[in-house]
Protein backbone atom coordinates (compact mmCIF):
# COMPACT_ATOMS: atom_id res chain seq x y z
CA UNK A 1 0.00 0.00 0.00
CA UNK A 2 1.44 3.67 -0.60
CA UNK A 3 2.30 6.01 1.67
CA UNK A 4 -0.48 8.14 1.37
CA UNK A 5 -3.18 5.22 1.22
CA UNK A 6 -1.57 4.20 4.51
CA UNK A 7 -1.62 7.49 6.18
CA UNK A 8 -5.17 8.21 4.81
CA UNK A 9 -6.26 4.68 6.56
CA UNK A 10 -4.39 5.95 9.93
CA UNK A 11 -6.21 9.25 10.05
CA UNK A 12 -9.44 7.17 9.23
CA UNK A 13 -8.49 5.28 12.39
CA UNK A 14 -8.10 7.95 14.68
CA UNK A 15 -11.43 9.25 13.55
CA UNK A 16 -12.75 5.99 15.15
CA UNK A 17 -10.81 5.90 18.35
CA UNK A 18 -11.54 9.71 19.48
CA UNK A 19 -15.23 9.69 18.15
CA UNK A 20 -16.14 10.86 21.72
CA UNK A 21 -13.91 13.77 21.86
CA UNK A 22 -15.29 16.90 19.78
CA UNK A 23 -12.11 19.07 20.02
CA UNK A 24 -9.87 16.08 18.97
CA UNK A 25 -12.58 14.96 16.07
CA UNK A 26 -12.89 18.36 14.78
CA UNK A 27 -9.13 18.50 14.62
CA UNK A 28 -9.11 14.76 13.07
CA UNK A 29 -11.97 16.40 10.00
CA UNK A 30 -9.84 19.68 9.09
CA UNK A 31 -6.67 17.40 8.30
CA UNK A 32 -8.97 14.95 6.23
CA UNK A 33 -10.04 17.98 4.46
CA UNK A 34 -6.95 18.74 4.20
CA UNK A 35 -5.46 15.75 2.77
CA UNK A 36 -7.23 15.93 -0.66
CA UNK A 37 -6.55 19.49 -1.38
CA UNK A 38 -3.92 21.56 -3.26
CA UNK A 39 -0.50 21.22 -1.75
CA UNK A 40 -0.30 24.65 0.41
CA UNK A 41 2.85 26.39 -0.12
CA UNK A 42 3.69 29.12 2.45
CA UNK A 43 5.49 32.00 1.50
CA UNK A 44 7.67 33.64 4.31
CA UNK A 45 10.63 35.84 5.17
CA UNK A 46 11.46 38.99 6.99
CA UNK A 47 9.79 42.08 6.34
CA UNK A 48 10.31 44.07 2.87
CA UNK A 49 11.91 40.87 1.48
CA UNK A 50 9.34 41.22 -1.01
CA UNK A 51 6.89 38.55 -0.28
CA UNK A 52 3.93 39.46 -1.77
CA UNK A 53 5.41 40.81 -4.93
CA UNK A 54 6.67 36.97 -5.51
CA UNK A 55 3.10 35.63 -4.53
CA UNK A 56 1.91 38.15 -7.36
CA UNK A 57 4.39 36.77 -9.71
CA UNK A 58 3.33 33.01 -9.40
CA UNK A 59 -0.54 33.95 -9.53
CA UNK A 60 -0.15 36.29 -12.35
CA UNK A 61 -1.72 39.13 -10.96
CA UNK A 62 -0.68 42.11 -8.89
CA UNK A 63 -2.07 42.28 -5.55
CA UNK A 64 -1.68 44.97 -2.68
CA UNK A 65 0.12 43.50 0.80
CA UNK A 66 -1.52 43.06 3.59
CA UNK A 67 -0.50 42.65 7.27
CA UNK A 68 -2.98 39.11 7.87
CA UNK A 69 -2.05 35.67 6.71
CA UNK A 70 -3.44 35.95 3.12
CA UNK A 71 -4.28 32.40 1.16
CA UNK A 72 -4.80 32.52 -2.44
CA UNK A 73 -6.44 29.48 -3.84
CA UNK A 74 -8.05 28.36 -6.87
CA UNK A 75 -11.54 29.98 -7.85
CA UNK A 76 -14.11 29.72 -10.96
CA UNK A 77 -14.27 33.35 -10.21
CA UNK A 78 -12.82 36.33 -7.67
CA UNK A 79 -14.12 36.45 -4.33
CA UNK A 80 -12.36 37.22 -0.78
CA UNK A 81 -13.71 36.02 3.00
CA UNK A 82 -11.89 37.41 5.90
CA UNK A 83 -12.02 35.30 8.85
CA UNK A 84 -11.94 37.52 12.04
CA UNK A 85 -12.65 35.60 15.53
CA UNK A 86 -15.36 33.16 15.85
CA UNK A 87 -18.43 33.24 13.85
CA UNK A 88 -18.51 32.85 9.85
CA UNK A 89 -16.50 34.35 7.31
CA UNK A 90 -16.97 37.49 6.24
CA UNK A 91 -17.51 38.35 1.92
CA UNK A 92 -15.36 41.80 1.56
CA UNK A 93 -14.79 43.02 -2.37
CA UNK A 94 -11.86 42.86 -4.45
CA UNK A 95 -11.17 46.29 -5.96
CA UNK A 96 -8.37 47.60 -8.47
CA UNK A 97 -6.12 50.91 -8.44
CA UNK A 98 -4.01 51.05 -10.99
CA UNK A 99 -2.23 47.89 -11.68
CA UNK A 100 -2.88 46.20 -8.23
CA UNK A 101 -5.90 44.21 -6.89
CA UNK A 102 -6.98 45.32 -3.23
CA UNK A 103 -8.98 43.06 -0.77
CA UNK A 104 -11.00 45.62 0.99
CA UNK A 105 -10.47 44.66 4.38
CA UNK A 106 -10.18 48.09 6.09
CA UNK A 107 -13.77 47.90 8.31
CA UNK A 108 -12.54 44.56 10.44
CA UNK A 109 -10.07 45.77 13.20
CA UNK A 110 -8.66 42.32 13.16
CA UNK A 111 -8.15 39.84 10.10
CA UNK A 112 -6.87 36.39 11.22
CA UNK A 113 -6.95 35.10 8.17
CA UNK A 114 -7.77 36.51 4.48
CA UNK A 115 -9.29 34.02 1.63
CA UNK A 116 -8.67 34.64 -1.90
CA UNK A 117 -10.44 32.47 -4.86
CA UNK A 118 -8.99 33.51 -8.08
CA UNK A 119 -9.23 31.79 -11.52
CA UNK A 120 -5.59 31.25 -11.89
CA UNK A 121 -3.78 28.13 -13.66
CA UNK A 122 -1.23 28.30 -11.02
CA UNK A 123 -3.68 28.36 -8.30
CA UNK A 124 -5.25 24.88 -9.42
CA UNK A 125 -2.42 22.61 -7.85
CA UNK A 126 -1.46 25.01 -5.35
CA UNK A 127 -2.40 26.89 -2.14
CA UNK A 128 -0.13 29.97 -1.79
CA UNK A 129 0.16 31.20 1.86
CA UNK A 130 1.34 35.05 2.16
CA UNK A 131 2.66 35.03 5.93
CA UNK A 132 2.86 38.62 8.08
CA UNK A 133 6.99 39.13 9.08
CA UNK A 134 6.64 38.85 12.28
CA UNK A 135 5.28 35.42 12.37
CA UNK A 136 6.80 32.23 13.83
CA UNK A 137 8.35 29.22 12.06
CA UNK A 138 5.08 27.14 14.41
CA UNK A 139 2.45 29.88 12.71
CA UNK A 140 4.12 29.66 9.21
CA UNK A 141 4.24 25.82 9.03
CA UNK A 142 1.30 25.03 11.07
CA UNK A 143 -1.23 25.04 7.62
CA UNK A 144 1.04 24.59 5.02
CA UNK A 145 3.16 21.16 3.77
CA UNK A 146 6.13 23.28 1.92
CA UNK A 147 8.01 26.50 2.25
CA UNK A 148 9.22 29.35 -0.26
CA UNK A 149 11.53 31.36 2.28
CA UNK A 150 12.90 34.05 1.27
CA UNK A 151 16.31 36.02 2.10
CA UNK A 152 18.38 38.62 0.64
CA UNK A 153 21.27 36.73 1.76
CA UNK A 154 22.04 33.67 4.28
CA UNK A 155 21.96 35.07 7.47
CA UNK A 156 21.97 34.04 11.13
CA UNK A 157 18.00 35.31 11.63
CA UNK A 158 17.65 33.04 8.27
CA UNK A 159 19.22 29.95 9.52
CA UNK A 160 17.94 29.64 13.16
CA UNK A 161 14.07 30.06 10.87
CA UNK A 162 14.82 27.70 9.15
CA UNK A 163 16.19 24.91 11.45
CA UNK A 164 13.32 25.96 14.00
CA UNK A 165 11.21 25.05 10.53
CA UNK A 166 12.43 21.32 11.21
CA UNK A 167 12.63 21.24 14.36
CA UNK A 168 10.11 18.04 15.63
CA UNK A 169 11.04 14.47 15.24
CA UNK A 170 9.31 13.76 12.32
CA UNK A 171 10.02 17.11 10.41
CA UNK A 172 13.84 16.03 11.13
CA UNK A 173 13.50 12.53 9.45
CA UNK A 174 11.10 13.68 6.84
CA UNK A 175 12.78 16.94 5.98
CA UNK A 176 10.03 19.40 5.39
CA UNK A 177 10.21 20.49 1.67
CA UNK A 178 11.72 23.90 1.58
CA UNK A 179 12.86 25.69 -1.50
CA UNK A 180 15.20 29.02 -0.42
CA UNK A 181 14.73 31.97 -2.18
CA UNK A 182 17.41 35.17 -2.93
CA UNK A 183 14.84 37.38 -3.02
CA UNK A 184 15.44 41.32 -4.80
CA UNK A 185 17.60 39.35 -6.88
CA UNK A 186 18.33 42.66 -9.01
CA UNK A 187 19.61 44.62 -6.44
CA UNK A 188 22.45 42.41 -6.27
CA UNK A 189 25.25 44.21 -7.40
CA UNK A 190 24.41 47.57 -6.96
CA UNK A 191 21.57 46.99 -9.72
CA UNK A 192 24.35 46.38 -12.22
CA UNK A 193 22.65 44.78 -16.02
CA UNK A 194 24.80 41.93 -14.37
CA UNK A 195 23.06 41.97 -11.09
CA UNK A 196 20.78 38.77 -12.02
CA UNK A 197 23.37 36.27 -13.58
CA UNK A 198 25.86 37.57 -9.84
CA UNK A 199 23.03 36.40 -8.12
CA UNK A 200 22.28 33.16 -10.05
CA UNK A 201 25.60 32.12 -8.63
CA UNK A 202 25.75 33.21 -5.04
CA UNK A 203 22.34 30.91 -5.11
CA UNK A 204 24.69 27.76 -6.94
CA UNK A 205 27.04 28.74 -4.40
CA UNK A 206 24.75 28.60 -1.26
CA UNK A 207 23.09 25.15 -2.37
CA UNK A 208 26.52 23.58 -1.42
CA UNK A 209 27.26 25.55 1.66
CA UNK A 210 27.22 22.99 4.44
CA UNK A 211 24.89 25.09 6.65
CA UNK A 212 22.26 25.99 4.06
CA UNK A 213 21.94 22.25 2.57
CA UNK A 214 20.56 20.58 4.97
CA UNK A 215 17.79 23.05 5.95
CA UNK A 216 16.41 23.05 1.63
CA UNK A 217 15.92 21.21 -1.58
CA UNK A 218 17.11 24.05 -3.64
CA UNK A 219 18.12 27.71 -3.98
CA UNK A 220 17.23 30.23 -6.31
CA UNK A 221 17.31 33.52 -7.21
CA UNK A 222 14.40 35.94 -8.09
CA UNK A 223 13.98 39.70 -9.19
CA UNK A 224 10.39 39.79 -8.01
CA UNK A 225 9.65 42.88 -9.55
CA UNK A 226 10.65 41.61 -12.99
CA UNK A 227 8.57 38.36 -12.43
CA UNK A 228 5.34 40.49 -11.81
CA UNK A 229 6.57 42.70 -15.39
CA UNK A 230 6.46 39.02 -17.23
CA UNK A 231 3.31 38.48 -15.98
CA UNK A 232 1.26 41.52 -15.71
CA UNK A 233 2.96 43.95 -18.65
CA UNK A 234 -0.01 46.02 -20.02
CA UNK A 235 0.40 47.11 -23.48
CA UNK A 236 0.50 51.09 -22.42
CA UNK A 237 3.35 50.07 -20.05
CA UNK A 238 4.93 48.32 -23.44
CA UNK A 239 4.56 51.10 -25.41
CA UNK A 240 5.79 53.28 -23.26
CA UNK A 241 8.85 51.24 -23.04
CA UNK A 242 9.38 51.52 -26.26
CA UNK A 243 9.82 55.00 -26.76
CA UNK A 244 12.13 54.79 -23.87
CA UNK A 245 14.17 52.51 -26.31
CA UNK A 246 14.84 54.67 -28.70
CA UNK A 247 17.07 56.87 -26.45
CA UNK A 248 20.65 55.95 -26.96
CA UNK A 249 21.76 53.43 -24.67
CA UNK A 250 24.44 56.16 -23.19
CA UNK A 251 21.85 58.74 -22.76
CA UNK A 252 19.71 56.73 -20.83
CA UNK A 253 21.62 55.39 -18.75
CA UNK A 254 22.54 59.33 -18.15
CA UNK A 255 18.72 60.02 -16.95
CA UNK A 256 18.45 56.12 -14.65
CA UNK A 257 21.03 57.42 -11.99
CA UNK A 258 18.60 58.39 -10.24
CA UNK A 259 15.07 58.21 -9.41
CA UNK A 260 14.72 61.78 -9.45
CA UNK A 261 16.80 62.77 -12.68
CA UNK A 262 14.43 59.78 -14.83
CA UNK A 263 11.40 61.80 -13.63
CA UNK A 264 12.65 65.65 -13.93
CA UNK A 265 11.67 68.08 -16.48
CA UNK A 266 14.84 67.53 -18.20
CA UNK A 267 13.67 64.52 -20.14
CA UNK A 268 14.75 64.38 -23.21
CA UNK A 269 11.26 62.47 -24.72
CA UNK A 270 8.17 63.63 -24.98
CA UNK A 271 6.73 61.51 -22.01
CA UNK A 272 4.51 62.67 -19.06
CA UNK A 273 6.74 62.85 -15.40
CA UNK A 274 3.62 60.83 -14.39
CA UNK A 275 4.32 57.89 -16.81
CA UNK A 276 7.62 57.69 -15.82
CA UNK A 277 7.13 57.46 -12.33
CA UNK A 278 4.62 54.72 -12.68
CA UNK A 279 7.03 52.76 -14.99
CA UNK A 280 9.77 53.00 -11.77
CA UNK A 281 7.25 52.18 -9.52
CA UNK A 282 6.48 49.31 -11.35
CA UNK A 283 9.72 48.15 -12.41
CA UNK A 284 12.21 49.96 -10.80
CA UNK A 285 15.55 51.67 -12.67
CA UNK A 286 17.03 48.02 -12.89
CA UNK A 287 13.80 46.66 -14.21
CA UNK A 288 13.59 49.95 -16.90
CA UNK A 289 17.34 49.64 -17.80
CA UNK A 290 17.27 46.21 -18.50
CA UNK A 291 13.80 46.07 -20.79
CA UNK A 292 14.61 49.11 -22.71
CA UNK A 293 17.71 46.78 -23.18
CA UNK A 294 16.28 44.12 -24.47
CA UNK A 295 13.86 45.69 -27.02
CA UNK A 296 17.01 47.04 -28.60
CA UNK A 297 18.28 43.68 -28.48
CA UNK A 298 15.22 42.62 -30.92
CA UNK A 299 12.80 41.42 -28.12
CA UNK A 300 10.47 44.27 -29.43
CA UNK A 301 7.16 42.46 -28.76
CA UNK A 302 5.08 41.61 -26.01
CA UNK A 303 5.40 37.92 -26.28
CA UNK A 304 8.89 38.04 -27.16
CA UNK A 305 9.54 40.65 -23.64
CA UNK A 306 7.73 38.37 -21.46
CA UNK A 307 9.30 35.35 -22.30
CA UNK A 308 12.78 37.02 -21.69
CA UNK A 309 11.46 37.98 -18.23
CA UNK A 310 10.44 34.70 -17.00
CA UNK A 311 14.15 33.05 -17.73
CA UNK A 312 15.97 36.54 -16.44
CA UNK A 313 14.35 36.78 -13.34
CA UNK A 314 14.27 33.71 -12.16
CA UNK A 315 10.68 33.16 -12.50
CA UNK A 316 11.15 29.97 -14.64
CA UNK A 317 13.64 28.33 -12.17
CA UNK A 318 11.37 28.85 -9.31
CA UNK A 319 8.19 27.58 -10.96
CA UNK A 320 10.20 24.53 -12.23
CA UNK A 321 11.71 24.08 -8.75
CA UNK A 322 7.63 24.30 -7.00
CA UNK A 323 6.84 21.44 -9.93
CA UNK A 324 9.83 19.34 -8.77
CA UNK A 325 9.72 19.64 -5.32
CA UNK A 326 6.44 20.69 -4.05
CA UNK A 327 3.35 19.44 -6.85
CA UNK A 328 5.35 16.50 -7.94
CA UNK A 329 5.41 15.25 -4.38
CA UNK A 330 2.29 16.24 -3.44
CA UNK A 331 1.39 12.81 -1.71
CA UNK A 332 4.54 12.92 -0.03
CA UNK A 333 4.07 16.21 1.58
CA UNK A 334 0.38 15.67 2.21
CA UNK A 335 1.10 12.51 4.58
CA UNK A 336 4.14 13.80 6.09
CA UNK A 337 1.39 17.10 7.43
CA UNK A 338 -1.18 14.47 8.29
CA UNK A 339 1.67 12.56 10.12
CA UNK A 340 2.64 15.63 12.15
CA UNK A 341 -1.09 16.30 12.86
CA UNK A 342 -1.87 12.37 14.28
CA UNK A 343 1.69 13.63 16.90
CA UNK A 344 0.14 16.63 18.11
CA UNK A 345 -3.28 14.77 18.71
CA UNK A 346 -1.16 11.52 20.77
CA UNK A 347 0.84 14.15 21.96
CA UNK A 348 -2.36 16.53 23.64
CA UNK A 349 -4.69 14.02 23.91
CA UNK A 350 -3.27 10.33 25.11
CA UNK A 351 -5.22 7.13 25.27
CA UNK A 352 -4.80 3.78 25.62
CA UNK A 353 -6.32 2.78 22.67
CA UNK A 354 -4.14 5.13 20.34
CA UNK A 355 -1.19 3.31 21.44
CA UNK A 356 -1.26 0.63 18.24
CA UNK A 357 -1.53 3.82 16.29
CA UNK A 358 0.82 5.81 17.93
CA UNK A 359 3.24 2.75 17.10
CA UNK A 360 2.14 2.59 13.28
CA UNK A 361 2.82 6.84 13.19
CA UNK A 362 6.68 5.61 14.38
CA UNK A 363 6.90 2.70 12.04
CA UNK A 364 5.46 4.63 9.33
CA UNK A 365 7.91 7.45 9.57
CA UNK A 366 10.72 5.48 10.44
CA UNK A 367 10.43 2.99 6.89
CA UNK A 368 8.22 4.58 4.19
CA UNK A 369 10.37 4.69 1.30
CA UNK A 370 9.26 7.81 0.14
CA UNK A 371 10.86 9.75 3.58
CA UNK A 372 14.24 7.63 2.78
CA UNK A 373 14.27 8.76 -0.61
CA UNK A 374 13.83 12.47 0.55
CA UNK A 375 16.46 12.07 3.64
CA UNK A 376 18.74 10.30 0.85
CA UNK A 377 18.45 13.62 -1.06
CA UNK A 378 19.19 15.47 1.83
CA UNK A 379 21.87 13.63 2.87
CA UNK A 380 23.55 13.48 -0.58
CA UNK A 381 23.16 17.67 -0.98
CA UNK A 382 24.50 18.17 2.18
CA UNK A 383 27.71 15.72 2.28
CA UNK A 384 26.74 14.15 4.82
CA UNK A 385 26.63 11.00 2.57
CA UNK A 386 29.29 10.63 0.18
CA UNK A 387 29.65 8.94 -3.41
CA UNK A 388 31.84 9.04 -6.19
CA UNK A 389 30.92 11.80 -8.44
CA UNK A 390 28.95 9.72 -11.16
CA UNK A 391 27.76 7.87 -9.13
CA UNK A 392 26.59 10.76 -6.63
CA UNK A 393 24.19 12.44 -9.76
CA UNK A 394 23.02 9.56 -11.09
CA UNK A 395 21.74 8.46 -7.45
CA UNK A 396 20.19 12.00 -7.02
CA UNK A 397 18.39 11.83 -10.36
CA UNK A 398 16.61 8.24 -9.39
CA UNK A 399 15.55 9.24 -6.26
CA UNK A 400 13.64 12.05 -7.77
CA UNK A 401 15.69 14.88 -6.76
CA UNK A 402 15.22 16.18 -10.37
CA UNK A 403 11.61 14.75 -10.71
CA UNK A 404 9.59 12.38 -10.00
CA UNK A 405 8.43 11.11 -13.61
CA UNK A 406 10.13 7.89 -14.59
CA UNK A 407 11.55 10.03 -17.61
CA UNK A 408 13.21 11.93 -15.33
CA UNK A 409 14.14 9.62 -12.59
CA UNK A 410 15.90 7.93 -16.01
CA UNK A 411 17.53 10.72 -17.38
CA UNK A 412 15.30 10.89 -20.78
CA UNK A 413 14.66 14.32 -21.94
CA UNK A 414 12.64 13.76 -24.74
CA UNK A 415 9.66 11.04 -24.39
CA UNK A 416 11.10 7.47 -24.57
CA UNK A 417 9.28 4.41 -25.49
CA UNK A 418 8.53 2.17 -22.25
CA UNK A 419 11.04 -0.49 -23.98
CA UNK A 420 13.65 2.32 -23.97
CA UNK A 421 12.66 3.02 -20.16
CA UNK A 422 11.96 -0.13 -19.38
CA UNK A 423 15.83 -0.86 -20.31
CA UNK A 424 17.48 1.79 -18.89
CA UNK A 425 15.85 0.80 -15.70
CA UNK A 426 17.38 -2.29 -15.38
CA UNK A 427 20.59 -1.58 -16.62
CA UNK A 428 20.16 1.28 -13.34
CA UNK A 429 19.04 -1.68 -11.25
CA UNK A 430 21.77 -3.83 -11.91
CA UNK A 431 24.46 -1.73 -11.29
CA UNK A 432 23.11 -0.28 -7.91
CA UNK A 433 22.53 -3.92 -6.90
CA UNK A 434 26.24 -4.25 -7.64
CA UNK A 435 26.90 -1.03 -5.73
CA UNK A 436 24.30 -2.42 -2.51
CA UNK A 437 26.23 -5.78 -2.15
CA UNK A 438 30.09 -4.27 -2.87
CA UNK A 439 31.72 -5.56 1.07
CA UNK A 440 34.26 -3.22 0.15
CA UNK A 441 32.47 0.00 0.03
CA UNK A 442 31.65 2.15 3.10
CA UNK A 443 28.38 1.37 4.99
CA UNK A 444 26.90 4.74 4.04
CA UNK A 445 27.92 3.83 0.71
CA UNK A 446 25.69 0.53 0.71
CA UNK A 447 22.86 2.01 2.68
CA UNK A 448 22.49 4.74 0.23
CA UNK A 449 22.50 2.28 -2.90
CA UNK A 450 20.15 -0.19 -1.09
CA UNK A 451 17.49 2.79 -1.40
CA UNK A 452 18.45 3.49 -5.02
CA UNK A 453 17.71 -0.32 -5.29
CA UNK A 454 13.93 0.01 -3.90
CA UNK A 455 13.61 3.23 -5.56
CA UNK A 456 14.44 1.48 -9.37
CA UNK A 457 12.16 -1.89 -7.85
CA UNK A 458 9.47 0.57 -7.12
CA UNK A 459 9.47 1.64 -10.79
CA UNK A 460 9.74 -1.61 -12.87
CA UNK A 461 5.90 -2.82 -12.60
CA UNK A 462 5.09 0.71 -14.50
CA UNK A 463 6.75 -1.20 -17.37
CA UNK A 464 6.06 -4.41 -16.97
Known sequence: MTLDRVVWSMLQEALAVYRDSPRATAWLRTHVERYTEPVRIAVAGRSRIGKS???????????????????????????????????????????????????????????????????????????????????????????????????????????KFLQAANDHPIARTAAVHTVAVLARADEI????????????????????????????????????????????????????????????????????????????EQFPLAMEPAVRQALLERFGIFGVRLITALIRQGFDSQVKLTGQLVQRSGLGELRDSIAIHFTERREILKARSALLALDVLFRMEPRQN????????????????????????????????KLPAELQAEALRLVGAEGTAPLARLGFDYEADPRDQREALLDALVRWQAQAADVHAPNEHRKAAQIVVRTCEGLLPQFS
Open 53 to 159: TLVSALIGDEFAPLSSFVWYRGGTEPRAHVFSGPGRPHEVTIGRRGSRHHVEIGQFDRADRVVVEWPARTLRDIVLIDTPADATPEQVLGDADALLYLMRHVQDDDL
Open 189 to 264: GAGRIDALSSAKQIARRYRRDVAVQPLCQNVVSVAGLLAVAARTLREDEFAALRVLSSLGREELEDHLLSADRFVG
Open 354 to 385: ARKLMADLERVVASAHDFRELRLVAALQSGRT
